[in-house]
């Protein structure tokens, strides 16, 4: 089957093109266009659309144990997650894998990582990305507070024993990457600690939060896993807590390091009600620091649900509960709290969240280093990402949403004042090539000749929240999946893994391990190929050479 | 898996109690199915790929799915939906709880692992044992676990609306309340909020199966009020027949637990209105397809309608089916993913003694594949 999409405009900056032009698809890939006269099996007329490679999401609550506790203790909230504006039909369907999966492909996303699996539960979380249709997905398995790598740590085993239990760990789990939570402070919190910074201690085990993170950033690039370790850091959502992301990006020195959802480390003390953007002073750091990347978290109005393996920081937040419950879950490893919550555009603390994480979107002028996330469901569920696309596309759009604002506290950001505007390139940039580089994926975000057919179109127009709301025609590997904004084709894309090598002795090790601590098999949490109901469920990512 | 896994042409099959090809069978069930006022998949004692094809076929004929201990789970889950709690896993309380305080009865039925599990090793958060503290609100004074004596901390606490009031004074004196008459003398009381007090962490333990709404929702009120100091988390035992495995797969694929209804087009749970018993008592459904592949009893109210059963070959019913299709047990007959109750998780269990017996979603997927042929003929 060979496609031609014919005068689109092409906005591909891994290739850095940005023209009207032709694009041709052979069966599940992108191809150059023939030099032999072949004909097109069918062509596609884009004039007025614009091509982008399939957006990939790199950190969105998708799928595990946490996110469904979340689906059953709000029975009440399916409704967040239709798509806006709410009076469709779509209003009444659950929050499901389905779902998730078709909401996703009619924005023109076609990868999604689920950064948060706990790697006892990684089972669990593949069975509900193999009933997730069309797109691709991944997902990060979190290390860090365990009581493995701290024992590894506080005998001072080395390096060497925490990258191969990282490269076990991710074969065992079927992990794209590695991701710590609260580095140390959800281990404190099971000895009764409520606060935790980067340099504090944790009990018995005698090992910082710098020295997680620096063990596990190494271990992983070591490992030679592409995505560099994928941190929460300490203190989240608590003011002044800047200065923990600003002390964690100076400890990362030159290795590579992912900051997750920064806005919610965006906070200074200033202000009427000490509560102020701090996002100038860690966009000024991310820029200077060339081996870091981050991704935003941003906040939308309206009722969400907090899903976290940071229980202590959950746990903490739990009096703030819109409706007025939550779970907080002390598991083997992190645990989690899920913990429902209500952004309101009145609310000054909710008015700094929204203007921080649009400042990091402005302050951070390389878009190969900053991602677009709302850490769905966090800051907001993914089905607002179009109306963020038009806040960072258009002044204007901001400046009406910053109008509803309480005038005090914008007054303690710099949101007013910035000007700048996305461009479609950056947008591609930071939706698409620079999530593919930083995961390894080099045969997606991109459109050159060899790339996997995942292909979006837009309509190009006024209303760019429209656009990207509802892509014309979206591809999944070369099958046309969406037409005019509305899934018109089913199927189910791969869950993406990398294996690094595994030492046999670390084998031996967990079974010992799991044997003396709990009495049971360490191979309780295997994923076997044969256990997810799809045909070839997993698709290999090679590591860093 | 299953699914990828031959079946035996010989499975054992009957229509109206006489032996049928498996073809036949679930044939017949199909037409069942296809004239039904309004069907229901009930019991659902079925491993994650059965429960997933409960679903599928659930939202197919526009049917009800109803677990057989959903009482129980929603009961659980009744508190997740309206309060604050706190939870732990089987594995963080074996390694770290100091203080175990069990509450009411049948824990070691709904849990058989119990005391192997949990109870008998000592704890060990760090690196030395540390010896823990088991404390029991029992039904009655003389009550025991079988195979387990030493070191348990027996208090009469009575049960139902007396275990209630219980914890409600337990929870009073925790925080130094006052409290009138009790079940328990007011000594044992403080003895007991002391204990549970100067637990470094705590955890309580108990099944749904057993207790009331009302008892729960004071034990997670409770949980709530020790963490204000130290740490303390709750294990609700979960269900047999995989009733958390079930309980997961409905989160995932419809948003919402069992108790949900196909028939108008989206799913929609209604604890009251879908119940299956409910539903067959007042003749609102006219034929129940019946799951159960762990061997548990089928309930009488099955007697008054249509039923279609897939379960174990020996299964005993008061009134013969009107078909009946025998299935293997999963993780016994066929690999299967199902809930564990030592991790807390879903675990991937390899056949023990593989046969060619098909699993539930194997005869699912036989009757949706007769679905539409049975729709074809006239009524």
């Known amino acids: 089957m060979l496609i031609r999409i014919r005068n689109a405009h092409i906005v591909d900056p891994a290739n850095r093109r940005d023209e009207i032009g032709d694009l041709w698809i052979r069966d599940d890939t992108i191809v150059a266009a023939p030099q032999d006269g072949a004909q097109a099996d069918e062509t596609v007329d884009a004039s007025g659309l614009i091509a982008m490679a ?191 992301a600003l002390t964690t990006i100076a400890a990362a020195e030159d290795l590579p390091l992912h900051l997750a959802h920064l806005q919610f480390y965006g906070y200074g003390k200033e202000g009427p009600q000490g509560f102020s953007s701090a996002a ?15 991704d935003v978290g941003q906040v939308m109005f309206g009722q969400t649900v907090t899903i976290s393996s940071d229980v202590l920081r959950q746990f903490s937040a739990r009096g703030q509960a819109r409706p007025k419950k939550y779970a907080i879950i002390d598991g083997d490893s992190n645990g989690a709290g899920i913990v429902p919550y209500e952004y309101r555009a009145g609310s000054f603390h909710n008015a700094v969240q929204f203007a921080a994480g649009l400042e990091l979107f402005l302050l951070i002028d390389d878009p190969w280093r900053v991602f677009f996330t709302t850490d769905h469901p966090n800051g907001a569920p993914f089905t607002t990402y179009p109306e963020i696309f038009a806040l960072l596309m258009d002044k204007d759009v901001r400046a009406q949403w910053a109008s509803r604002l309480p005038p005090d506290a914008l007054a303690v950001t710099t949101l007013p004042s910035l000007t700048r505007e996305y461009s479609l390139t950056e947008i591609a940039t930071m939706t698409r090539a620079a999530p593919a580089k930083l995961l390894g994926l080099s045969d997606r975000g991109h459109l050159g000749a060899g790339a996997r057919a995942d292909v979006a179109l837009y309509r190009s127009g006024k209303d760019i929240a429209q656009m990207f709301r509802a892509a014309a025609r979206v591809y999944k590997d070369g099958d046309l999946v969406v037409r005019d904004g509305v899934v018109t084709h089913y199927r189910y894309g791969r869950t993406l893994q990398v294996t690094p090598a595994v030492e046999a002795s670390m084998q031996r090790r967990m079974t010992e391990y799991y044997d003396a601590r709990y009495g049971l098999p360490s191979d309780f949490m295997r994923v076997p190929e044969g256990a997810i109901p799809r045909p070839q469920p997993f698709e290999a990512v090679a590591c860093r050479s | 898996m299953s699914l990828k896994d031959p079946v035996s042409a ?123 503290r088991i404390l029991w609100l029992a039904p009655r004074a003389d009550a025991t676990i079988p195979g387990f004596d030493r070191d348990l901390e027996v208090f009469a606490a009575g049960s139902s609306a007396t275990l209630a009031a ?66 303390f988390s709750t294990l609700p035992l979960s269900a047999p027949d995989n009733g958390a495995g079930v ?53 009488a109210w099955l007697s008054a309608v249509n039923v279609i059963a897939l379960c174990e070959r020996t299964t005993q019913f008061a009134k013969e089916p009107n078909v009946r299709i025998a299935i293997g047990r999963p993780g016994v007959d066929h690999d299967a993913v199902m809930h564990s109750s030592d991790t807390g998780t879903l675990v991937a269990a390899t056949a023990s003694a593989r046969s060619g017996a098909p699993s539930v979603a194997h005869a699912l997927e036989r009757i949706g594949a007769s679905l539409e042929d049975a729709n074809a003929q006239p009524c």
């Open chain 1, 280 to 294: 100038p002073q860690l966009g000024e750091a991310v820029n200077a620091a060339k081996n870091v990347t981050i």
């Open chain 1, 54 to 244: 399939g957006g990939i999401d790199i950190h969105s609550h998708i799928a595990g144990a946490n996110v469904n506790t979340a689906r059953l203790m709000l029975p009440e909230y399916h409704r967040a997650h239709a798509r806006r504006p709410a009076e469709t039909p779509l209003s009444k369907v659950g929050w499901t894998t389905f779902e998730t999966g078709r909401l996703y492909a009619e924005m023109g996303f076609t990868t999604v990582v689920e950064p948060a699996v706990s790697p006892h539960h990684a089972l669990h979380a593949h069975l509900e990305l193999a009933d997730t249709p069309i797109i691709d997905k991944a997902i990060l398995a979190i290390l860090g507070n365990d009581d493995f790598v701290l024992g590894l740590m506080r005998s001072g085993e080395g390096a060497s024993a925490i990258r191969d239990h990282v490269a076990w760990t991710m074969q065992t789990t079927r992990a794209l990457g590695i991701k710590v939570v609260n580095p140390g402070g959800v281990a404190a919190f099971k000895d009764n600690i409520r606060n935790f910074s980067f340099d504090d201690v944790v009990p018995y085990y005698g090992v910082t939060s710098r020295a997680i993170v620096k063990a596990l950033q190494q271990a992983v690039h070591e490992a030679g896993v592409p995505h560099p370790l994928h941190v929460h850091c300490n203190n989240l959502g608590l003011p002044g807590n800047f200065e923990t």
């Open chain 2, 10 to 132: 010989e499975a054992a099959a009957s229509i109206d109690g006489a032996p049928a090809s498996l073809d036949d069978a679930t044939a017949a069930a199909a037409r069942l199915l296809a004239r039904s006022r309004q069907p229901l998949i009930a019991g659902l004692g079925a491993d994650i790929e059965g429960a997933r094809a409960v679903i599928a076929l659930g939202q197919r004929v526009g049917g009800v799915i109803d677990h057989m201990h959903s009482a129980a789970l929603l009961r659980d889950l009744d508190c997740l939906r309206e309060a604050g709690i706190m939870l732990t896993t089987p594995g963080e309380a074996r390694v770290r709880a100091d203080v175990l305080l069990l509450v009411g009865d049948g824990l070691l039925q709904t849990w058989p692992s119990l005391i192997e599990r949990l109870l008998a090793p000592p704890a060990r958060p760090e690196g030395a044992e540390v010896k823990r």
């Open chain 2, 247 to 299: 309980l997961a797969a409905c989160g995932w694929m419809t948003g919402f637990p069992m108790r949900t209804g196909f028939g108008a087009g989206v799913p929609i749970h209604d604890p009251w209105r879908f119940d299956a018993e409910r539903l067959v008592a007042s003749g609102e459904s006219d034929c129940v397809l019946w799951i159960s592949a762990f061997g548990a009893a089928p309930p």
């Open chain 2, 166 to 231: 219980t914890l409600a004074a337990l929870r009073a004196r925790v925080k130094g309340r006052p409290v009138t008459q009790t079940q328990l003398s007011l000594a044992a009381l403080d003895a007991l909020a002391g204990a549970v007090r100067g637990a470094r962490f705590g955890v309580a333990v108990w099944t749904a199966a057993s207790l009331g709404a009302l008892e729960i929702e004071m034990l997670h009120g409770l949980v709530r009020d020790l963490n204000e100091t130290t740490r």
